[in-house]
């Protein structure tokens, strides 16, 4: 019975057969794709999302008009084109800061005891502070522009991924493996790359997808109270803001957008759903 | 008992660095507040006139006493256009906004926990799948386009329920109440009802891995007593924890389900003061929401020591 | 009969490393009697007590042939409502972790009750008259104050007791007891194992036992089947089975168990050197909080200690016993609270950080669990030669000293550029020795190094450690729970109780000749005392 007569070699199956195995995650992908080269390629071969013209006033969806026209006879299908572009250039962008930002810090506070205490003080205390009065009150201070706009939304959506980090550094400094690299005698920023990092990785990746999602939402909502984007850029939020006044009479200003917008956020949090079950079971929990 | 006072006094830290954090954004943004109320034409005499009279043209520690003094004897300042004290304007729109978040938690729990146990309980199968994508189509539509979409079926096309408005149940009809209240709390309690089903499907999912449910399995255990007598009590922490993290979500989907609702309550406050740009109401309201965020949180955190009794602090 | 298994097979799901967890297993449990089913890890004991209970999840595993007769009854053709009337009632269950197998959040004399709730008619006083009883049965103190108390609140034996009354509350004419005491300190083993054979003599009943721990066997079995990978090799009374196995897997096993007779030591390893001297070493957990409340845990108090170089030190004691501390304390994983420890002639007790590093080359660490002591996103080379380089070799170098290295404790060198998953637990843990080994230290400590091993397995990583011992004359510290390991190792033992050393000693003068009252009652509790077994 010696267990050293045979190595058992273990084949692994490749990332990508993972994901392809995965219905949920492939749907996402393929919807996501999809709605990235629409926003990407999409206003090319539709009429300008500004252009106004009062011959065809609020006409309901038509062969021509596939999302009507809003009462200043602007085409709805080519603004919620337009603003699928400012939707997802602002979830990417503020899922990319949140998560260096909360990278950093929660590194920081992982390992570093005194700033620990700070770091997290500070953490609470944005928590406990409603994501959106918060943007709402930032913007309305400096101004909205969609530079603002991104680090209004920002702020809020870092405390979640510094809390992940720092709970990922708490569990993997205690491995023993990580210990075993201590004893021999690695020093603690190689410790930190070879050892750690790698472990924040696929949750970080996960928690990207999350925060995109709803910072896709938040901006909508921002735009739809009217104190987000300026309301002259096409995103769907200021869309469906404008559509509010006339609900009653003509509702597909609201509805496409609305729904462009949901299909998006979903595509987005079933890539994050099928990413967390198949890049690592174990940081399922942890979200 | 000694655990209750620690942690009481641990929430003060953090009400001091909200506080902080709303100061610092009013007062060292980069915008001016005085120039802002002031308008595009005023001369800055004007400005500099509304500074004095709000106070920040003081240096900023001094601004930053007299906030504290202010905040600790319970003033939230006032509004910069009516001079209305900001408790007082809470005071009168508190009443829709408190029974459309109660209304709201209580449609939760009472659907979101059967719901998520059920889909831990039927892991893998079509209503678990069910339960799953309800959940995230939940996450992901915006509460404004879901109320409308309720607005154009219920009220506009059906006509069960009026289009928008509120009633006090106490100066009204009860019935009345109901009408108004139904659609906005569904609205705002559908991305609620996917966030808990969600985590309660988590936690009891992890619960049924436990030995003490094969334990009770092995005593003969009815499934549904199991789920019930020992997964629930066990999978409650975290479920009760996400519940009380999510009051934050809340508070930000109250204020749109206000405004497409027209109800009168504390998020249509705080639409009508950044639109017409009133700081004064705008930090004290956050301060407000914040500090009712982090008084949730204390009554949830001192709750589970009734839910677990290893807790012990 | 009690209990009769014919030709039981049960399916695994596609996919796993065998086609059966268990295969035509057939055995009896007759009234009055124990039998013990004993095998290593993977071998199919479990699944078989779990089937009988119907407990196994059936998508994954399904019985697809055989009979499982419960006085007559077949349970394999009952549906889940008819089984849970068998549950309880008819075949009561113990577990091997008895913290984790109690909810949490419930009073134990709650969760005994539920049974009595589930199975009879009985009203509320009713109820608790027998549940005192029980308690009483199995020898808890003040039964009516434990009753409502929650599981953390009480000790490990007595949640195992609370195990015990709870599955022998409505007197089941079968328990099945799933590797009881393997999670119970060796002291409270020996409690509960007394236990469990008094109370099956006064009520008849049949037992179904399961260990890997053939001194548990020898303590309680009348009758022992043997299993591996999911067959049964051998079935025959304990005599037959502890002293003329025959077949070849059976005998394997049982020469592999270490015995308690420390061999004669020739002390020839044993240099002059000191490597090690700990004096008065104390380490103390937890601190005075603000409010003047905070508790503290005196982990290790006072504990003095020379090793000399190529002498194997064993230290053992239960859990709590602080020697896990201690072990953590010498290789500076946490810092003492006082005292010093100097390794080769330097005091590392204080020494900061930075200027540790440069010593650590000296003393290494191999863990308890194989499984988490290896980055699973690093291959075995990166592992081998991450301390080497850090302390200046040049890539090419630590990639030769580690094939070499990897040689020595029984790994092909070309299995380098591979994971750890891919690996055994047994292979896993040769891997973490050749770690330590590269870095040429003068001590090795092995906190409980062998403890997560199969007895087969574990008895070639001791051989492998006094391979490494002879050949690189390093001194070691060798932890355990396990006397029976400690014997067959060690040249010298400390016992530990409380954070405070009690006894030292050369390991045959403490076997043979225990001065302490404590050593005395550890080595009396050590099961399968009067059963000889093999010495290294």
Known sequence: MADTSALTLKEDPSIFKIIYGNKGLMTGLVILAVLTLIALFGPIFTESPTSINPMIRIKPPSADMWFGTDPLGRDIFARSIWGGRISLSVGVAVAVVAVGFGLVLGLLAGYIRVLDAIIMRVMDGLMAIPGILLAIALISLTGATLFTVIVAITIPEIPRVVRLVRSVVLTVREEAYVEAAIAAGTKLPSIMIRHILPNTIAPLIVQATYVCASAMLTESILGFLGAGIPPEIPSWGNIMSEGRTYFQLCPWIIFFPGVALGVTVMSVNIVGDGLRDTLDPRIAKKM | MFYVIKRILATIPVMVVVALFVFCIIRLGPGDPASVIAGDYATAEDIQEIRIKLGLADPIPVQMGKWFVQLASGDLGKSYHSNMQVTKLISQRLEPTLLLAATTIILTILVAVPLGTLAAYKAGSWVDKFVMVFSVAGFSIPVFVLGYILVYIFAMELRWLPVQGYRSPFDDSFLQFVKHITMPAVTLSVIYIALISRMTRASVVEVLNEDYVRTARAKGQSEFKILLRHALPNAAVPIVTVLGISIALMIGGVVVTESVYNIPGLGRLVLDAVLSRDYGVIQGLILFFSFIYIFINLLIDLSYTLIDPRIRY | ?536
Request: net charge neutral; with cysteine.
């Open chain 3, 1 to 536: 009969m009690v209990l009769k298994i014919e030709n039981l097979t049960v399916k695994l799901p596609k996919g796993a490393d065998r086609e059966f967890a268990i295969e035509d297993v057939s055995l009896n449990v007759d009234k009055g009697e124990i039998v013990c089913v004993v095998g290593e890890s993977g071998s199919g004991k479990s699944v078989t007590a779990f089937t009988i209970m119907g407990l196994i999840p059936r998508k994954e595993l399904t019985p697809t042939a055989g009979k499982i007769l419960l006085e007559g009854e077949d349970l394999l053709t009952k549906d889940n409502a008819e089984m849970r009337k068998f549950r309880g009632s008819r075949i009561g269950m113990i577990f091997q972790e008895p913290m984790t197998a109690l909810n949490p959040v419930m009073k134990v004399g709650k969760q005994i009750e539920e049974l009595l709730t589930i199975h009879t008619k009985h009203n509320e006083q009713e109820r608790k008259k027998i549940i005192l009883e029980a308690m009483d049965a199995v020898k808890l103190p003040d039964p009516s104050k434990i009753f409502n108390t929650y599981p953390h609140q009480l000790s490990g034996g007595q949640r195992q007791r609370i195990m015990i009354a709870m599955a022998l509350v409505l007197e089941p004419n079968l328990l099945i007891a799933d590797e009881p005491t393997t999670a119970l300190d060796v002291t409270t083993q020996a409690e509960v194992l007394a236990l469990v054979k008094e109370i099956q003599r006064i009520k008849g009943m049949g037992v179904l036992f399961i260990t890997h721990d053939f001194g548990v066997v020898a303590d309680i079995a009348d009758r022992v089947v043997v299993m591996q990978n999911g067959l049964v090799v051998e079935e025959g009374s304990r005599d037959k089975i502890l002293h003329s196995p025959e077949h070849p897997y059976t005998q394997m096993l049982i020469n592999s168990v270490p015995s308690l007779d420390p061999p004669d030591r020739s002390m020839e390893n044993v240099q002059d050197t000191k490597v090690v001297q700990m004096s008065s070493v104390h380490k103390t957990y937890g601190s005075l909080g603000i409010f003047g409340r905070g508790r503290t845990v005196k982990a290790v108090q006072d504990v003095s200690l020379d090793l000399h170089g190529g002498e194997l030190v064993g230290i053992v004691g239960e859990s709590g016993s602080g020697k896990s501390t201690l072990a953590r304390c010498l290789v500076r994983l946490i810092d003492p609270t006082d005292g010093g420890i100097m390794i080769n002639g330097k005091d590392i007790s204080t020494l900061s950080r930075s200027h540790l590093r440069p010593q650590r080359n000296e003393f290494q660490i191999v863990f308890q669990d194989p499984y988490r002591s290896l980055n699973p996103r690093r291959t075995i080379e990166q592992s081998l030669i991450e301390g080497p380089m850090n302390f200046g070799m040049g890539r090419t170098e630590a990639v030769a000293k580690a094939r070499e290295v990897l040689e020595i404790v029984g790994i092909s060198p070309d299995a380098m550029g591979r994971f750890p998953h891919q690996f055994s637990g047994g292979q896993r843990q040769r891997i973490c020795i050749a770690r330590a080994v590269v870095m040429e230290p003068k001590l090795i400590v092995a906190d409980e190094a062998v403890s997560a091993l199969d007895v087969s397995v574990q008895r070639q990583v001791l051989d492998l450690f006094l391979d490494i011992r002879q050949r690189f004359g390093m001194a070691m510290l060798f932890i355990t729970h396990d006397l029976r390991v400690a014997a067959q190792v060690c040249d010298r033992v400390v016992v530990m109780q409380h954070g405070k050393v009690v006894e030292q000693g050369k390991t045959t003068d403490v076997y043979n000749n225990p001065q302490h009252p404590y050593t005395k009652e550890l080595l009396a509790a050590a099961p399968g005392r009067d059963v000889k077994f093999n010495q290294l």
